[in-house]
Nanobody
Framework: QVQLVESGGGLVQAGGSLRLSCAAS????????MGWFRQAPGKGREWVGT?????YYADSVKGRFTISRDNAKNTVYLQMNSLKPEDTAVYYC???????????????????WGQGTQVTVSS
């Protein structure tokens, strides 16, 4: 059973930075797509970015957020810089069941999810 555990969320002022971690267990992350999503109160789950052999980002975070992975630690990271109040959300990492899955932007394309970590950006 694949398990994902996010950490690193918190309260930060606008313009600040946070680094989220997503530790995986149950399989190695190396060949699989790993995605980050976020969900603000009253809104749907929004794609942030996904990494596999290449990394893709939503336009809203491009240039500010960076996804990286440490295969030895079986962990994926989301470095968030220049944070804005509109980045406030619960952030989730996710991964598909199939190793053949490519870069998906829809939550429906992911099978395993973490519990989420809250990020709050104050103005």
């Amino acid at each position: 059973q694949v398990q994902l555990v996010e950490s690193g969320g918190g309260l930060v002022q606008a313009g600040g930075s946070l680094r989220l971690s997503c530790a995986a267990s149950g399989r190695t992350i190396a060949p699989y797509a790993m995605g980050w999503f976020r969900q603000a109160p009253g809104k749907g789950r929004e794609w942030v970015g996904t990494t596999r052999t290449l990394t893709y980002y939503a336009d809203s975070v491009k240039g500010r957020f960076t996804i990286s992975r440490d295969n030895a630690k079986n962990t994926v990271y989301l470095q968030m810089n220049s944070l804005k109040p509109e980045d406030t959300a619960v952030y989730y990492c996710a991964t598909p069941k199939s190793v053949r899955a490519t870069i998906g932007r829809s939550p429906a394309e992911y099978d395993y999810w973490g519990q989420g970590t809250q990020v709050t950006v104050s103005s």
